[in-house]
């Protein structure tokens, strides 16, 4: 998988990299747009995370709360597939799932995906349009997934793990105007695993310390790049951990496994939950609320001595 990937997103083993590589293109006239490249690969992204949809739903789109922060380019809108188009029988979506996660790292993240190693990427401006067609048929695919009936073990960490992946690549994402995707991408697709864990108490209680790495990797990835401002994101990255949290009565282990269960309780209350609330990028939030709050106090208290004043005179 690894060396499918690779050839398809990277260059040829033993070819030139870099500046070299421009100068045996312009030699061999075999110089490519880089944008259309880009173009065609985030299309073919966007049509395999489509693959995994089997009924379309009103809930499967992204939330977007802010206004579309260019004026040409409208909000997501609801998928429209052809007539004709025939449902593909995926099994879980394991497979697929992880092939369009190794692209999506290899396309957003080249360095890192071949190599391993810690590498940090120039910075690097994509088109809007591709951008945002992918955010929306990503987030489409990973929940029809995680929606799954018969949804595997190995499907729902991929599906964990796939969400904050994706959804980091997608909020780093800059073009020359900003920022391309919200951030509030991942908010319904954890609120559906979360809701989904109401019923099902025991569902993410294997997948603690996966929870707890993603949304770690996640938070310190995305804040790097922009301000994380979205109180309803933080509100949902702790309600997962939360949820993902081992108790006695989600699950039931024996002796041998108690050491074993409480250090993953540890990690999650320290390197978790304690973690992302002081937060900085948490704490201006809330102090932002608490501002505007007491704005709203004051405007409104203003407003009634007004009226009350008036109404005496």
């Known amino acids: 998988l690894n060396l499918f990937a690779q050839g398809l997103v990277g260059a040829p083993q033993g070819a030139p990299v870099g500046p070299q590589a421009d100068v045996a293109a312009a030699q061999e006239g075999t110089v490519e747009d880089p944008a259309a490249a880009n173009q065609v690969l985030l299309g073919y992204l966007s049509a395999l995370f489509l693959a995994l949809r089997r009924q379309p739903s009103k809930e499967d789109l992204p939330w977007w709360p802010e206004p579309p922060t260019w004026p040409n380019l409208a909000a997501p809108q609801a998928l429209q597939l052809p007539k004709r188009a025939l449902s593909l029988n995926v099994l879980d979506g394991f497979e697929t799932l992880r092939l369009a996660l190794r692209l999506v ?15 940090e990427p120039p910075p690097r401006s994509w088109e809007p349009g591709p951008v945002q067609e ?24 991929a599906g964990i793990a796939g969400l904050f992946q994706v959804g980091a690549a997608l909020l780093v994402a800059r073009s020359a105007e900003g920022p391309i995707v ?41 804040s790097r790049s922009r301000h994380l401002n979205n ?20 699950a039931l282990w024996s ?3 108690h050491r074993e269960v409480e250090a993953v309780q540890i990690a999650l209350w320290r390197r978790g939950l304690v973690w992302a609330l002081g937060h900085p990028h948490l704490v201006d939030c809330l102090d932002a609320l608490d501002s505007q709050e007491a704005a709203t106090s004051a405007a409104q208290g203003a407003a009634g001595g007004s009226g ?4 005496s005179s």
């Open 182 to 222: 919200s951030l509030g991408w991942p908010v319904r697709l954890i609120d559906l695993i979360t809701q989904r864990a109401q019923g099902e108490t025991q569902l993410l209680v294997p997948c603690a310390r996966l929870c707890l790495e993603a949304v770690r990797g996640f938070v310190i990835e995305v």
């Open 231 to 250: 109180v309803d994101l933080w509100r949902f990255l702790l309600l997962l951990m939360l949820k993902a949290m081992p108790t006695p009565a989600r």
């Open 105 to 119: 790292q290899l396309a957003f993240d080249p360095a890192r995906g071949s190599s391993g190693a810690e590498v």
């Open 308 to 311: 009350g004043g008036t109404a």
């Open 255 to 257: 002796g041998p496994y």
């Open 134 to 157: 992918l955010a929306v048929c990503a987030h489409v695919g990973l929940f029809h997934t995680l929606r799954r009936q018969d949804l595997s073990e190995r499907a729902l960490r």
